[in-house]
């Protein structure tokens, strides 16, 4: 079975510093990887995705990750935040196994904060 | 219009009521999906639809009855719906119901049970 942790309901951070944002995965099958980002009263906007051609992702807003099979995981990164940037982060999971193939399998989210 | 559209936005239901959930995507895609987000628990997925055939059903309680009449329509059916039934309903779309393809997700549908 496919799964998803992500490390911190809670992040914070200030303006300007580094954001990360964990995600590791467990799958059987070799995985696809996706971040969402959902800001409030709004649905997920994809904001990066992994699909096996470079272990390096860059996305939208600035944002990148980068997909570490040793270590199970596609951690989000940001060098530097912004105000903008608070929302929440989801990581998600699909992969080619059995009949649930195609459905994405999320983690709980990260709360990001940004502090002036 | 483009994207992923839900009307309504927001929805208060008495638990004898009966309304409807309307999802529509611009996108050509088809594959089409409803998920149940609550606070504090993951996104749960309910339905979902590839090519107007459903193809799966995740344990959803039948006051929850959903419904594709072509690729681009979805709609979710509500009847004696319960308190815990509270909650953000998001429908999204893919090009294929494969695991390398994106979904795109609407607004969503704030749902309140009274």
């Known amino acids: 079975a496919q799964s998803v942790t992500q490390l911190g309901s809670h992040v914070s951070v200030s303006e300007g510093a580094l954001v990360l944002l964990r995600c590791n995965y467990s799958?059987?099958?070799?995985?696809?990887l996706f971040w969402y980002v959902q800001y409030p009263n709004q649905g997920l906007q994809l904001l990066l995705k992994?699909?096996?051609?470079?272990?390096l992702v860059k996305g939208i807003n600035g944002f990148e990750a980068e997909f570490k099979k040793s270590e199970t995981s596609f951690h989000l990164t940001k060098p530097s935040a912004h105000m903008s940037d608070a929302a929440e982060y989801f990581c998600?999971?699909?992969?080619?196994?059995?009949?649930?193939?195609?459905?994405?399998?999320f983690g709980k989210g990260t709360k990001l904060s940004v502090k002036p | 219009e483009t994207g992923v559209t839900q009307t309504p936005r927001h929805l208060v239901m008495g638990m004898t009521n009966k309304k409807s959930l309307k999802c529509e995507q611009h996108?050509?895609?088809?594959?089409m999906y409803w998920y149940k987000q609550s606070a504090k628990k993951p996104l749960e997925l309910m339905f979902v639809?590839?090519?107007?055939?459903?193809?799966e059903n995740n344990s959803v309680p039948s006051r929850f009855s959903p419904e594709c009449p072509n690729s681009s329509h979805l709609f979710l059916h509500l009847h004696t719906l319960q308190p815990e039934d509270s909650a953000l309903y998001l429908c999204?779309?893919?090009?294929?119901?494969?695991?390398?393809?994106?979904?795109?997700f609407g607004p969503g549908t704030r749902l309140t049970v009274t």
């Open positions: 992994y699909t096996s051609a470079a272990t």
């Open positions: 999204a779309s893919s090009q294929t119901h494969t695991p390398s393809y994106e979904q795109y």
């Open positions: 996108l050509g895609h088809n594959a």
């Open positions: 639809y590839s090519l107007e055939e459903r193809v």
């Open positions: 998600a999971v699909s992969g080619y196994k059995g009949g649930s193939q195609g459905n994405l399998i």
């Open positions: 799958s059987s099958v070799p995985p696809y």
